[in-house]
């Protein structure tokens, strides 16, 4: 069975400053897909980016971009120029099935 | 107009009783899930209906019962309320051959008294 692990529960970084969130994850698949999801206090789910594991370049939407490590099985969101509007939790995914990491808090200072 | 939506979007019961939540998407797509968010944020998928047909069945008591009359709509029934039951049910979309992105509804938060 897939599985996703988000070992840091919670991140802080001042306004304009760069993050990084882990994410590392388990398959025997070798094609499939990986998402960032956001969930801000409204609790809506909203994606952040997806990398398709076919392409070895990595994803980028504006200020947020990915590390993707196949071999290693890692795919870690870097958040750049943080903005207090990135303050949410954030969850990684793996596949269309959307197994789910246990979510990082990021918190962000002004 | 809204992708992803759920009626109700707040849900207090007593155990014991039966409700409905339900769930629309307008956005053409051909598979539809339901999830589970626990109070400790963990989110589990529950079920998935390609086409109407049932794709997706996790370990789920079978007091939840999924019915999907048709692609646009899928609505998750719950027979004999449990307080374990409180949570928030998210619906979500996506077209099942593509980028596999899934678009969320807003979610309906379940509180069994």
Known sequence: AQTVTQSQPEMSVQEAETVTLSCTYDTSESD???????????????????QEAYKQQNATENRFSVNFQKAAK??????????????AMYFCAYEYKLVFGAGTILRVKS | DTAV????????????NDKSIKCEQNLGHDTMYWYKQDSKKFLKIMFSYNNKELIINETVPNRFSPKSPDKAHLNLHINSLELGDSAVYFCA???FRGTREQFFGPGTRLTVL
């Open chain 2, 5 to 16: 939506s759920q009626t109700p979007k707040y849900l207090v019961t007593q155990m014991g």
């Open chain 1, 74 to 87: 890692s795919f870690s969101l870097k958040i750049s120029d943080s903005q207090l509007g990135d303050a």
């Open chain 2, 93 to 95: 979309s996506s077209q």
């Open chain 1, 32 to 50: 499939y897909y990986l998402f960032w999801y956001k969930q801000p206090p409204s609790r809506q789910m909203i994606l952040v980016i997806r």
